[in-house]
């Protein structure tokens, strides 16, 4: 009987150099480990061999560190967010077994994927508990003086991880780490717009920007681009999604009223909670708004009918319940109406981009803006849900780092054409910071009508926004 297993994570570790430099005190630099059940012998093999890999591959190039070690079983890789810190994590190679043994299917791990899956877990601990050098204390001891950042790395990546317990389900658009928006006409967006420099200006004792999506895509942001990739990956991944489930599977009483319900996913539950007056339980975030320290901010998430804003508020508020009932009040009929005239004019997208699809699918990426489009991936979850095999997004990726590659040589506009076995046709094009794949399935097509078929989506789905090659 033939085994095949997936991608798996081996384990995840980060650990501070400068720490247990003295004999019996090694311990000391590990600042977290998982699996969270492992013995000391074997946290201390792993984080001193993971040192001595890259100590060892810094007499060769200084300048580079090392990202990755392969062996047969095994991809570890490695990353160095902050002075001193390192983030290791090591997966275990797909094996396919059989009468003749194992045999390791190392071609299906992607280096470029795994090691952005290792900056999302940075990016993420960062926006939330803020940079690790400034978690450190000036105690007596190393004990004293990593032990608030070792409990918050507990209590962050302890729920995190079983994001990354899900590997096999990670692919290029992990690498791109990109936002999807919602294109609009003109006076739609500019409804939009203005419908936030309202709330902007009305709330501008409390709230310092925000930002606005429509299932999920976004419209408009008043983020730092380094900051909105983040932010929109929690808010689409994680935090919209699980409001989502939780509402779809609740019963709702016909006896509670629509005032005493709450709109809010962050803050209150019910708002003519007389007990209650201040609301703790609310996300604070770090982001990069100076070039000194991050910024904290309280993240306040409303959403309507689909639509969700996401209001920044200055640390220094407190957040009351008769602020929650102050933004309710003014945000519900007015998001209701932003809502229908936004869901009016997506159907009518909809229904237009239903004409003569056909069966190509195409990802895009634009690395000026963060854009992201994808009609390979029929969903934000990463469950599997796409329309093409998990080789074809391989390939994708593949075609992405030699792409860079030749980039980085001095050639800056790239094309590569590749038919596989099973007859996919997969153009992959790079201009300008955006890049371009198609992916069609036909037999007897030749070059040139594939060329045709990429040109066509570009004009119909991208129009301007992407030069040809």
């Known amino acids: 009987m033939t085994e095949r297993t997936q991608l798996t994570l081996n384990n995840f570790f980060i650990y501070n150099e400068t720490f247990g430099r003295k004999e019996g005190e090694e311990e000391d630099k590990v600042m977290y480990y998982f699996p969270l059940r492992s013995n000391p012998d074997t946290i201390m093999k792993s984080v001193g061999l993971s040192e001595a890999i890259i100590k060892f591959t810094e007499t060769f190039n200084t300048s580079q560190p090392c990202e990755v070690l392969h062996t047969e079983k095994t991809r570890q890789y490695y990353y160095q967010p902050e002075e001193n810190f390192w983030m290791v994590m090591t997966v275990n190679v797909p094996y396919r077994s059989g009468i003749e043994g194992r045999e390791y299917l190392g071609s299906e791990v992607h280096d470029s994927v795994c090691h952005a899956v290792l900056r999302q877990a940075y990016a993420m601990a960062r926006l939330f508990i803020g940079p690790f050098n400034d978690l450190l204390t000036n105690g007596d001891n190393a004990k004293d003086s990593t032990s608030v950042i070792k409990t918050k790395l507990d209590n962050f990546y302890n729920r995190y991880l079983h994001n990354m317990l899900h590997l096999e389900h990670c692919d290029i658009l992990d690498v791109f780490q990109g936002v999807q928006f919602l294109p609009l006409d003109k006076n739609t967006f500019l409804h939009v717009q203005c419908f936030v420099n309202q709330v902007e200006s009305t709330f501008s004792a409390n709230v310092e920007f925000s930002i606005f999506l429509y299932n999920e895509q976004l419209i408009w942001s008043g983020l730092e681009p380094e900051d909105l990739q983040v932010v929109f990956r929690y808010l689409v991944n994680s935090l919209i999604p699980s409001y989502i489930e939780n509402q779809t599977s609740k019963t709702v009483s016909h006896s509670v009223s629509s005032r005493s319900f709450s709109r809010f996913i962050t803050g209150p539950k019910d708002l003519n909670d007389i007990h209650c007056s201040i609301i703790k339980k609310v996300p604070t975030v770090y982001l990069n708004r100076s070039n000194t320290t991050p910024d904290v901010y309280q993240m306040v ?169």
């Open 301 to 469: 998430v409303y959403r309507v009918n689909n639509a969700t804003i996401c209001l920044f508020v200055k640390n220094s508020v407190l957040l009351t319940m008769d602020i929650y009932r102050q933004f309710d009040e003014y945000l519900e009929s007015r998001m209701n109406k932003i809502a229908k005239e936004v869901a009016e004019y997506n159907s009518r997208q909809t229904a237009a981009s239903v004409i003569n699809e056909g069966t190509s699918r195409f990802v895009y990426f634009n690395r000026m803006n963060l854009a992201t489009k994808s009609t390979v991936h029929l969903d934000n979850r990463k469950s599997g849900n796409i329309t093409v095999t998990k080789d074809v997004l391989r390939i994708l990726a593949d075609i992405n780092t030699e792409h860079w590659k030749m980039v980085e040589a001095g050639n800056p506009t790239c094309e590569t054409i590749i038919k596989t076995v099973n007859d996919y046709w997969i153009v992959g094009r790079l201009s300008n910071a955006r890049e371009f794949y198609v992916i069609t399935q036909h037999k007897n097509a030749n070059i040139v009508e594939i060329n045709d078929e990429v040109k066509r989506i570009c004009d119909k789905q991208l129009k301007s926004i992407f030069f040809h090659v």
